[in-house]
């Protein structure tokens, strides 16, 4: 015989009811009863982004050379909402070229609407914009729902035609807070 056992599921609700199942095996008969119960569920506010696509790489160029992201090679960054609430993304840069400090027209970005379609409201950097040193804002309100919560970064750059031959990098810095 299997004595009094307590069965519950948390299913996200802020009441719940409690079972208690008494059962027999072989033939004995079941019973039940019911107890009330209560619980309390503590909903987390997350606020945080993640690069889908992290990295560019525009090869090789030359002197007065320009290539962007719009054409979809390289790929553009792709930056997407991850947390529980709609937020507001910054955006600095350290310098890409030694011959042009940030900001500078050789090194710009936009954002674009990812394949999910517009997730942003109109607050939202959509045209060319030089690459800040300091933080900027760059989107407005971008969307937390799993089906809309994506955008575009779309990168363009202009090698300046003093700018020294070699391998240049820069790291973009995002920062999103709760809007």
């Known amino acids: 015989m299997v004595s009094d056992k307590t069965i519950g599921a948390l299913l996200c609700m802020l009441l719940l009811t409690v079972s208690i199942w008494t059962l027999a095996l072989l033939g004995n008969p079941i019973s ?8 309390v569920v503590n909903v987390v506010n997350q606020t945080s982004v993640m690069l889908t696509v992290s990295n560019i790489s525009f ?11 719009i054409d979809m090679s390289p790929l553009p960054l792709v ?10 993304v910054t955006i600095n840069a350290t310098d890409l070229f030694s011959s042009a ?5 050789y090194y710009r970005f936009l954002i674009a609407e ?3 379609g517009l997730c942003y409201n109109g607050d939202t950097l959509t045209s060319w914009t030089d690459m800040p040193t300091d933080a900027a804002k760059i989107i407005a309100v971008l969307n937390n ?6 955008a575009y970064i779309h ?6 035609s003093d700018e020294p031959v070699g391998a240049k990098s820069s790291t973009i810095t995002f920062i999103a807070e709760q809007s």
Not at 79 to 88: L, Q
Not at 101 to 105: H, V
Not at 145 to 150: N, Y
Not at 155 to 160: G, L, S, W
């Open 155 to 160: 990168v363009n750059v202009t090698v300046p």
């Open 145 to 150: 729902s799993d089906v809309c919560d994506s």
């Open 114 to 116: 990812a394949s999910e």
């Open 79 to 88: 930056i997407e909402n991850t947390g529980s609430n709609k937020v507001n």
């Open 32 to 39: 039940t009863g019911k107890v009330p119960g209560t619980t």
């Open 101 to 105: 400090g940030n900001p500078t027209s």
């Open 59 to 69: 090869g090789s160029l030359r002197q007065g050379c320009s290539n962007d992201t």
